[in-house]
């Protein structure tokens, strides 16, 4: 367990027990290639979490995912509530069709009271000879758990080997995390495409207290991980109870992350300033 739980009044309301995990999903598609939800689905479920920060996620996006809205498909799947924030938001080739976006999303078993998607600097994959600039694509999730309010994020940051854009990213991220007043509870879930001790990903850890100081698992690629570059951060008003990358045969196969999972206890009451 990460330290202690954080000292509380006589008459303080007992913290709440959160499971929260991050998942990139890759649209759907598993170590096979294949396009099923209902295998993604599964491994949600398996997961028995109660909030969860997917990345990659098609909504109308193209054929490779039936020109589904995933994160709804994935939602109604699971029973949980879901907010999409789009990376990409473009016009469909099919007149009178949705437009094709591709983004983050966040699920829920409790209530998403509001919803924000912020800019990060970005790369477009979409542009020949892109230039850093801000877009959109960065979920805040603000969640009401058991008396608690809760500030959820999923992010996706670059992936390129150069981490120039991920440094301007993670200044973003920090920028939006200090929006808060002091005393909210943040938990900052994503693919950060890098390991919690490489220079540019460490300045998170100032305002955030990463799983791995109790659990430091692969999470890729799925079928043998090697790396961990998927994590789970949180403010210093939560207690990290434990932390884990499923081994069953869902994790291994679903998608090509393995999901990370961490229970945590997250105090009541906290306030929102927005």
Known sequence: MRGSPPSRGIDDPPPVSLRVATYNIRYGAGMDGAFDLDRIASAIDELDADIVGLQEVDVHWGSRSNHLDVAQEIADRTGMHVVFAPIYDLPSTTPGAPNRQFGVAVLSRYPIVDFINHDLTRLSTQDANP???????????????????????????????????????????????????PGATQILLGDLNAPATAPEIAPLWNALTSVTTVNTQPTFPAGRPTSRIDHIGVTSNVTITGAAVPSTDLAASASDHRPLVADLLVPRGQSSNH
């Open 131 to 181: 230039t850093p600039a801000p877009a959109p694509g960065f979920a805040e999730a603000v969640i009401e758990a058991k008396g608690a309010r809760l500030h959820v994020y999923s992010t996706h940051l670059d992936y390129r080997a150069d981490p120039t854009v991920r440094r301007l990213q993670v200044s973003d991220t920090l920028a939006v995390l200090a929006e808060r007043r």
